[in-house]
């Protein structure tokens, strides 16, 4: 069974604090992404990563940044958290499908829900 | 720009009844569609997907339909369960080398009612 981990389920910070969220995931995935989902707007793709070091932007990057370093874990960072980022924040992983159109599922963790004051 | 949308937020459903959700796009591209389903303070777990060489995929109570000139997919659900009620995110996906990345809908909340 796939696993994937994050730090935290609540998570409670203020205004200007920096803030790192982390995930992990046990089944050698080479992609990795970070999600926030809010009411009304669905799963929105901040960042991703298809291999260790490497990072791409998603639809939302602004505010966030992100770190992989080791292939199994994803961190993302809220350099300045706001009270915008208020939300719930959920990590994937899948394999790494390639240019054909075979394309593994996104396995995702339970989610952080991140409350910015 | 919602490349993917489900106009609905909510439909409730008797149980033992067939669920219908829908899903529009609008990017071309798309080539790879798949279905999510969320509890409440858990991670959306994967449920079905299509690929747009297909029409229809079957898994047990579950069928996706996907009418390619209409850029229209939906998800059927029958009999309908109370376990089924959840937030139901359709998703797709577009051909290309580090481009695994999936664009979600909104979702849609399926009650199903006992």
């Known amino acids: 069974d796939v696993k994937v981990t994050q730090s935290s389920r609540y998570l409670v910070k203020r205004t200007g604090e920096k803030v790192f969220l982390e995930c992990v995931q046990d089944?050698?995935?080479?992609?990795m992404f970070w999600y926030r989902q809010d009411p009304g707007l669905g799963l929105r793709l901040i960042y991703f990563?298809?291999?260790?070091?490497?990072?791409e932007k998603g639809d939302i990057p602004e505010g966030y940044s992100v770190s992989r370093e080791k292939k199994e874990r994803f961190s993302l960072i809220l350099e300045s958290a706001s009270t915008n980022q208020t939300s719930m924040y959920l990590c994937?992983?899948?394999?790494?499908?390639?240019?054909?159109?075979?394309?593994?599922?996104?396995?995702f963790g339970p989610g952080t829900r991140l409350t910015v004051l | 720009d919602q490349q993917v949308k489900q106009n609905s937020p909510s439909l409730s459903v008797q149980e033992g009844r067939i669920s219908i959700l829908n899903c529009d796009y609008t990017?071309?591209?798309?080539?790879?569609f798949l279905w999510y389903k969320k509890y409440p303070a858990e991670g959306p777990t994967f449920l079905i997907s299509?690929?747009?060489?297909?029409d229809k995929n079957e898994d047990g109570r579950f069928t996706v339909f996907l009418n390619k000139s209409a850029k229209h997919l939906s998800l059927h659900i029958v009999p309908s369960q109370p376990g089924d009620s959840a937030v139901y995110f359709c998703?797709?996906?577009?051909?290309?080398?580090?481009?695994?990345?999936?664009?979600f809908g909104t979702g849609t909340r399926l009650t199903i009612i006992p």
């Open positions: 998703a797709a996906s577009a051909p290309g080398f580090g481009n695994e990345k999936l664009t």
């Open positions: 990563s298809y291999d260790v070091k490497m990072k």
């Open positions: 299509i690929s747009s060489i297909k």
């Open positions: 990017n071309s591209m798309f080539d790879y």
């Open positions: 994937a992983s899948s394999l790494l499908g390639g240019s054909t159109s075979f394309y593994n599922e996104q396995f």
């Open positions: 089944m050698d995935h080479e992609n």
